[in-house]
Structure formats: C-alpha cells, structure tokens
C-alpha cells in the first residue's frame, strides 16, 4: 500500500502563496490533489501522469501547478494568488481514481 505525507500547509493572507509537497512510499502513474472545507464535499484541484499531463478544477486554473519529482516520488503542488474560497484540507492521492490518500495538511487564506 502507497503511503503518503503531505507537507507545506500554513496561513496566509489572500494573494499569498504556498507550494504544498508529498512525499509518497512508491511511484504511481497518476497522483492528484484534493480538498475539503468545512461542511463540504471532498473535490478534486489538480491531477498529474506519468507522462506530466495535468488537469485542474476550474476554480484554480491560472493559479495551482501542480508537478512531480519522479525520482523523488515527491508531488508538488504550487498555490499562487491565494483566495479565502481556497482555505480547506488539502489531500495528495495516489491512483487516478484515487486508491490511496495522505492524511492532509490545512490551508487557511484570510482576507
């Protein structure tokens, strides 16, 4: 089973950045990143393959890259022009759909 840290988490003011990292015990072929604020349902925010091809919710696009360390087994993903819509769990996931998850690190964005 793939095991997986999230790190990079924090508080910022809105505009601010982050870069949020996960490390991960094995390679996948396809990770994503996923969040879930208070009282609501878990969403998907970016996805990368193998081949570096990514995806994202529209609520990011322009703002969120997300990339991957392949020999370091390690995703990124980089938050800029940060928003108070944005606070929430952030969760890196291995497998597309996801199989496995990390245990997530908070963002908060204050206005």
């Known amino acids: 089973q793939v095991q997986l840290v999230e790190s990079g988490g924090g508080s910022v003011q809105a505009g601010g950045s982050l870069r949020l990292s996960c490390a991960t015990s094995l390679y996948s072929l396809c990770m994503g990143w996923f969040r879930q604020a208070p009282g609501k349902e878990r969403e998907g925010v970016a996805a990368i393959d193998s081949d570096g091809f990514t995806s994202y919710a529209d609520s990011v696009k322009g703002r969120f890259t997300v990339s991957r360390d392949n020999a370091k087994n390690t995703l990124y993903l980089q938050m800029n022009n940060l928003k108070p819509e944005d606070t929430a769990m952030y969760y890196c996931?291995?497998?597309?759909?996801?199989?496995?998850w990390g245990q997530g690190t908070q963002v908060t964005v204050s206005s």
């Open positions: 996931a291995a497998g597309c759909p996801p199989r496995n």
